[in-house]
């Protein structure tokens, strides 16, 4: 599981990237010195629990993945089976690798479990 | 100054009214002609003329008193020197002699058309003494400028962000543009498709934002919400609601706002949701948000034209409202705030 997060570090512009359980518990974490882990699992999984519950009352398909871009970085949240994978990235990064990269790293993570 | 004909044929059988009746009486003089020729004769004369239009205006300011009091002083020696020339005329007089008579001296002539002259000179010069700040009786408005100032200001108070404003400015009203009764997504009441959710009318910046994003066949919704989740503009297709997905929007900025302030990350400007079958975008500039609801197959060239289209809220919203952020402008538009 380190290993997939490791991997996807690697990739050009990913500043860090974690795995954390949809009630917001980290189970793994390889982020920025910056972030703290667990107030970064805490907000994905009430940000992606927000939405999720507002396209319920819409009747819409689930989510899948979310992307927020801030003013000095940007966040991507997947779901990974097990839980939420994160990544964050800096502002100006190559999305479409980025995505090509997490879906590499979520069907990894879900052969693994 | 109303430059009406009926006006014109009013002041002219006024005038010759005036200079009529003093000729009737001309050879008399009633014993009250002038001893001398004065020109403050003419200062009590503007005096006068200002003192009756305050008199029938108390709002009216000093600028526009003076502006009538001048041109109704102007109106009262031009009668003068007609009568004079009526004088010249019709008994043979020095044109001199007669000039100071008419304009100066003689007095019951002088008096008649001093009295008269404010009340033939008040309906004509109406605009100028009407048009004064705090009356309305000037504002047009169907004019153009007054559909730039029209519209629906709005401002939120919050504990985080302190006031923020929004002007949600009035569709042009155009007689052309007139359709039937319909909801926000487009639809009348009959169920009936109109030719809104088919992008065929295009009316401000907002609606060129919104059609421009909808261009793309992928596009199922394209919106603009202001700071309180309400639409200012849509672009629908299929069966989508505008109305329902409006607050979404809003929701989740302020949600991710407030969690991402938790963490060293700044505030949100675009959300991107990837759904099973869609693809949700939301982003901000200023006060305002454009969402966008897609098929998840979208193009990378839908991120584009949402970048471009907030190019084009911006820059209407400039050329309309200024260069000023809103908050700035309902500062000083309201000054309690």
């Not at chain 1, 050009?12 to 518990?25: A, P, Q, W, Y």
């Not at chain 1, 979310?66 to 966040?75: G, P, R, Y």
């Not at chain 2, 001048?70 to 020197?81: C, D, E, I, K, Y």
């Not at chain 2, 948000?289 to 949402?306: C, G, Q, Y």
């Amino acid at each position: 599981m380190y290993q997939v997060l490791n991997d996807l570090n690697k990739t050009s512009g990913v500043t860090g990237s974690m795995l954390v359980g949809k009630d917001g518990i980290v189970i793994a974490a390889d982020l920025d010195e910056r972030l703290e882990s667990e107030t970064v699992g805490a907000l994905a999984a009430s940000i992606t629990d927000n939405i999720q519950k507002s396209l319920d009352r819409m009747d819409t398909s689930p989510l899948s993945q979310v992307t927020i871009e801030a003013d000095n970085a940007k966040m991507f949240f997947s779901d990974a089976g097990i839980g939420i994978l994160v990544v964050t990235t800096e502002k100006q990064v190559n999305i479409g690798l980025i995505r090509l990269e997490i879906k590499n790293a979520v069907s990894k993570l879900k052969i693994s479990n | 100054m109303v430059d009406s004909g009926k006006n014109s044929r009013q002041i002219l059988l006024l005038s010759l009214l005036v200079i009529v009746i003093p000729m009737t009486l001309f050879p008399a003089r009633l014993g009250l002609g002038l001893g001398k020729v004065s020109l403050l004769n003419l200062a009590l004369e503007f005096l006068f003329y200002g003192f009756v239009v305050y008199l029938f205006n108390r709002n009216v300011n000093l600028g526009a008193i003076v502006k009538f009091a001048a041109v109704t002083l102007f109106f009262r020696v031009v009668l003068g020197v007609v009568f004079a020339v009526t004088i010249v005329g019709l008994f043979e007089m020095d044109f001199q002699v007669a000039l100071k008579l008419g304009v100066f001296s003689y007095l019951p002539g002088v008096i008649i058309q001093a009295i008269a002259a404010p009340f033939i000179m008040k309906e004509p010069l109406k605009s100028v003494y009407e048009q004064t700040p705090g009356r309305l009786s000037g504002f047009d408005p169907s004019s153009q400028e007054a559909q730039k100032l029209m519209g629906t200001t709005s401002f939120v108070v919050s504990k985080s962000k302190g006031v923020e404003g929004s002007i949600i400015p009035q569709q042009p009203h155009k007689k052309k543009d007139i359709k039937p009764e319909t909801s926000l997504d487009g639809r009348n009441k009959a169920g009936i498709a109109t030719s809104q959710d088919q992008g065929n009318t295009v009316q401000n910046g907002f609606d060129k934002a919104t059609h421009y994003i909808g261009e793309l066949a992928s596009v199922e919704l394209a919106c603009v919400i202001d700071s309180e989740g309400l639409l200012m503009s849509n672009f629908t297709r299929n069966d989508i609601i505008a109305e329902d997905w409006a607050p979404f929007a809003l929701i989740h900025f302020q949600d991710s706002s407030s969690l991402l302030s938790r963490t060293s990350l700044d505030s949100p400007v675009k959300i991107d949701f990837t759904l099973d079958d869609k693809r949700v975008i939301i982003s901000r500039d200023g006060p305002l948000f454009l969402m966008v609801v897609a098929n998840r197959e979208s193009e990378d060239l839908l991120n584009i034209r949402v970048n471009q289209s907030h190019e084009m809220i911006r820059s209407y919203l400039n050329e309309r409202y200024g260069e000023l952020p809103f908050n700035k402008v309902e500062k000083e538009n309201v000054s309690s705030t």
